[in-house]
């Protein structure tokens, strides 16, 4: 297998204070243009021929007419500018290459980027269009600090045809504010106000009208407002804008959502060199949940859900999840998973030229009760068929095998509900009920009931509420030897079909001894006609 360094230690993603956190804010000002490029040219197009390619413009129709929305360096350098007719875009320059925008597929790329960016940080928001957050709080040590992280970022995806720049500040608005309005470059907690005061009044993320008003009022540096009285302004202006001045300094926390929900534990490999080969891949997945093993031990849990995210060297990001249901901590057991998933995704998985990390993730965990097994194997026998389950659930999903699940209803169809199995086993693993795992329905029920019940065609049955003599049902006409009942069934008192007749339910045994749960629909002599009669299963 290839060389690979060693394995970074697992980490439980855990809040840190407001007053200690870092902010990396990425800002992508030519993304919808750079799409574009990338699609013709190549990732490589921006370092090769970054200035002599031709100017290309995105364009969108607004209020009935089509303006510009996006630009490349070499239209900005004509003088082109966003919000700009389309019709006088091409007068100013006739070879204008002009592009439909795709928002979609934007967003698209801006995710794709996002998934990259898991790399540095688990904590990747996405802001806006064209924007992202990383919450770098702890991380930037692994990188040779700050300064190094930051410069590792921005080549990296500058390498992929894009063209990026980036803040880290303590605070998300400050960052924002100096990756958009200045060179990209990392500002110190004890310098924020003063790297925040030569930028205009727009970095502070105001609307446009306020941003004019301020500006007619002679404020345009965002050190005009530190030093304004805030009473007049926020009179003036509303509160928003002293909001906004006190999350750029750090005095109001900014919270970011990351897009993807935190692992619970997790552990990478960074590799020398690439790897392909889906038995290296396997092997490396196996390391890795040994690596998270004694992290699952100290906390007395066990991982229910896996995700192993493969990072390719052209910055395509993989996620493969799989389940379990019942907590695992065995590395075999989850490498079986895994390999399983590789089957049912074989086609699907481009190495391209290898992978450079691979990460697995445990999303959740639940309580890990040891048990030792007893003479009879009983303990074995659920463990094995858990294994099966796991193991089915992850080459062809987790819905291709299930069980029921019990409700609370008197009606048969509503009795009970099909679940995936792995949920069966794992409320059979809480609860410790067979009942209440297995969810099979009592004895007296017959072993296939249909979904929905089956109108009889006709029925000789005793006056008022006896048994059924004989029954046509699908062209075949019944004569009952033995008949049991009525059980009479009705529906929940606080459902709207209460006003519905109950139903009265026989077991039937005709002359050729085929046995069938029938059901009447109400009583004779009332209303003018007789009930209807349903069959709604058939004994085995």
């Not at 720049?165 to 907690?189: H, K, M, N, T």
């Not at 008003?213 to 030093?227: H, P, S, T």
């Not at 002293?242 to 897009?259: C, K, T, Y």
Request: net charge neutral; with cysteine; glycine share 8%.
């Amino acid at each position: 297998m290839t060389a690979a360094l060693p394995l970074s230690p697992t980490f439980n993603a855990l809040p840190f204070p407001a007053n200690t956190q870092r902010i990396l804010a990425l800002t992508f000002p030519h993304l919808p243009t750079d799409r574009i490029a990338r699609k013709r040219w190549g990732l490589s197009w921006r370092s090769t021929g970054r200035l002599e390619t031709p100017p290309l413009v995105c364009a969108g129709k607004f209020n009935n007419a089509m303006r510009l929305t996006a630009l490349n360096e070499r239209a900005e350098m004509i003088g082109l500018k966003p919000g700009q007719g389309v019709a006088e875009a091409k007068a100013i320059c006739p070879t204008l290459d002009i592009v439909e925008e795709d928002p979609a597929a934007d967003r698209k790329l801006l995710e794709a980027i996002a998934d990259w960016c898991d790399r540095y940080t688990p904590l990747v928001a996405i802001d806006g269009k064209d924007g992202l957050f990383l919450d770098i709080t702890g991380c930037a040590h692994l990188f040779g600090g700050e300064e190094a992280l930051l410069e590792d970022v921005l080549i990296r995806i500058s390498r992929l045809g894009l063209d990026v720049r980036g803040a880290i500040s303590s605070a998300p608005g400050l960052s924002w504010a100096v990756a958009r309005f200045e060179d990209s470059r990392v500002v110190p907690p004890e310098a924020m106000e003063e790297a925040l005061a030569p930028l205009p009044v727009a970095s502070l993320r105001l609307g446009e009208e306020i941003v004019a008003a301020l500006q007619k009022m002679g404020l345009k540096q965002v050190g005009d407002l530190l030093v304004a009285p805030r009473a007049p302004l926020a009179r003036r202006f509303g509160a928003q804008l002293l909001l906004r001045l006190d999350q750029a300094v750090g005095l109001v926390e900014e919270p970011i959502s990351p897009r993807r929900p935190v692992a619970q534990l997790s552990a990478e490999r960074r590799l020398a060199e690439p790897v392909q080969a889906e038995a290296d891949l396997l092997e490396l997945a196996r390391q890795l949940a040994e690596a998270l093993k004694p992290g699952l031990e100290a906390r007395g849990v066990g991982g229910r859900s896996f995700e192993l995210l493969l990072f390719r060297v052209d910055g395509a990001v993989f996620r493969i999840a799989a389940g379990a249901s019942q907590p695992l901590r065995e590395p075999g057991r989850v490498a079986k998973l895994f390999t399983e998933r590789f089957t049912a995704i074989h086609d699907d998985l481009d190495v391209g030229y290898g992978f450079e990390i691979v990460r697995l993730n445990v999303l959740q965990h639940a309580a890990f009760d040891a048990m030792q097994g007893d003479f009879v194997g009983e303990g074995r026998q659920d463990s094995s068929l858990a294994a099966f389950v796991d193991r089915v659930a992850a080459r062809l999903g987790p819905d291709c095998i299930q069980g029921f699940e019990l409700r609370q209803s008197h009606i048969p169809e509503r009795a009970s509900r099909p679940v995936p199995a792995m949920h069966v086993l794992a409320a059979h693993r809480r609860t410790g009920s067979d009942h209440a795992g297995r969810g099979f329905f009592r004895s007296e029920r017959p072993l296939r009931l249909f979904r929905t019940p089956e109108l009889v065609e006709t029925v000789a049955a005793e006056v008022p509420d006896g048994p059924p003599r004989q029954f046509r049902w699908r062209r075949v006409m019944h004569r009952v030897q033995r008949a049991e009942g009525p059980e009479r069934l009705s529906a929940e008192w606080w459902l709207e079909e209460k006003e519905e007749p109950a139903r009265d339910y026989f077991q039937i045994e005709d002359e050729e001894g085929h046995r069938f749960w029938l059901f009447r629909k109400g009583l004779y002599g009332r209303g003018g006609t007789g009930p209807d009669w349903y069959m709604h299963g058939v004994f085995a």
